[in-house]
C-alpha cells in the first residue's frame, strides 16, 4: 500500500514539474508609448513573434501585465500562471538571456533590410539638415555681420555641411552598419529585433523614427541655441587670456624690451 501510495506521489509530481516545464520562458518586454508587446520561448526554445494581449503562443493566451512588476499572466484551460521576465528554462536548462551563438553578416543585413535602414536614415539625415540649415541661419543673424557678409557666411556654411551630409547615406553605410551589427547583437537578438520590425509595431516604429528624430532635434536645438551667449563670452574670455599669455611670453623672451632706462648722473 505504501508503495502504491509512493508511486502515485511520484507520479503526481512527475505531473506537476512537467506542467510547470512546459510554460513558456517570458524573454522580453517592449514598450512603446502605450502599447506593450511581449516575446515567449517555449520548452524546445522556439522564440515567438512580438506578442500583445490576447495573442496566443505554445496554447497559453496572454491575459494580462503587471508593468510594476514585470509579471505577465498566462492562460491554458482555464488556469492562470503568472511569470515574471527570464524566469524558468529553455532548452538544455539554459537561460534565455545566456544564449549567444554568433550573428553573420547576412542575419544582420536581413534586420536592417527589416526596419527600412537605408530609407530611414536618409529621410532621418534630411530632416537634420533642414535643423542645421535654421541654426545656421539664426547664428550668423547673431553675428553683427553686413548682409553679404552673412549671405557669404551662410552660403560657405551649408556648403561644407551639404559636402559631409553627402559621405553619409543609407546605401554606403548600410554594409559597415551590418558588421556593427553582426559584431554586437546575437544570432538570437537579430532574429528577435528582425521578428519586431516585422511586425505592425515594428514598422511604424521603423517609419516614424525621421519624424521623431526632427521632433527631437526641435526640443534639443532651442536649448542649444539658448546656450550661445555662454560659449561666445568663453571664446572670447578664451582669447583674451591667450593675448595676455603671448604678451607674457613675448617679455619673458626679451627682458630688455621693456626695461625702463637708468637716468644718467654727473
Known sequence: MKTLLSLCLATLTAAAAWAAESVPVFNATLTVGKQSRFMLVDVDGKSSSWLKLGDAFAGFTLKEFDAKTTTLSLEKDGKVTPVTIASGSVAEG??????????????????????????????????????????????????????????????????????????????????????????????????????????????????????????????IMPRMMSAMPKVQAIAKEFAAEQMKKKAAAAAAANPTANAVPTPETN
Open 94 to 219: 539554459e537561460s534565455a538571456a545566456a544564449k549567444f551563438t554568433p550573428a553573420t553578416i547576412a542575419e544582420a543585413t536581413a534586420v536592417l533590410d527589416a526596419m527600412h535602414f537605408e530609407d530611414v536614415l536618409d529621410k532621418t539625415m534630411a530632416g537634420a539638415r533642414k535643423q542645421q540649415v535654421a541654426m545656421i541661419d539664426r547664428m550668423m543673424s547673431q553675428m553683427g555681420l553686413s548682409d553679404v557678409d552673412r549671405a557669404d557666411a551662410v552660403a560657405m556654411q551649408k556648403k561644407i555641411m551639404d559636402t559631409m551630409m553627402a559621405a553619409v547615406s543609407g546605401s554606403e553605410l548600410k554594409a559597415d552598419v551590418a558588421k556593427a551589427y553582426s559584431e554586437i547583437f546575437s544570432k538570437e537578438e537579430l532574429q528577435q529585433l528582425g521578428n519586431f520590425y516585422a511586425s505592425p509595431l515594428g514598422q511604424a516604429f521603423s517609419d516614424k523614427q525621421p519624424a521623431l528624430a526632427e521632433k527631437m532635434n526641435q526640443i
